[in-house]
C-alpha cells in the first residue's frame, strides 16, 4: 500500500506525543521495573524510524535540521539489537528528542 508523506509524518507525531504522554509522571528508574512501558516505548521509537524510513527524499531534505539517519538508524538497532537495549538511550530520547521533533513536523 502507497503511504504519502503527511501520513508518515502524522505516524511519527502520533507516536512521538504517545511517547511523552507515557513518561509523564515517570522516572528513569521506571523503565527497569515496568516492562510495558519500556516495550510501550521502544515500539513507539521503532515506528517513529520506521515512518522516517519511508519518508521521500525530497521531504527528509527539506527538512534538514532534523537528524533522519539517527532516527532510522534507531530504529534499526532497536529492531536488530532487540536483545540488548540500552533502556538510557530510549529515556534520553523520549525525554529530550522527542518534543523537539514533534515541534519541528508540526
Do not use: C
Request: hydrophobic letters at 40%; aromatic letters at 6%.
Amino acid at each position: 500500500m502507497f503511504t504519502d508523506d503527511n501520513t508518515k509524518v502524522k505516524h511519527i507525531i502520533e507516536a512521538a506525543n504517545e511517547a511523552v504522554s507515557f513518561i509523564k509522571g515517570k522516572v528513569r528508574q521506571d523503565l527497569d521495573t515496568d516492562r510495558k512501558l519500556s516495550l510501550s516505548l521502544v515500539r513507539l521509537l521503532e515506528i517513529i524510524g520506521e515512518a522516517a524510513n519511508g519518508l521521500s527524499d525530497s521531504f527528509r531534505e527539506s527538512h534538514p535540521d532534523i537528524p533522519w539517519n539517527s532516527i532510522i538508524n534507531m530504529r534499526n538497532r532497536l529492531i536488530h539489537g532487540y536483545f540488548d537495549i540500552n533502556l538510557d538511550v530510549v529515556w534520553q530520547t523520549v525525554t529530550e528528542d522527542l518534543q523537539e521533533l514533534i515541534k519541528s513536523l508540526s
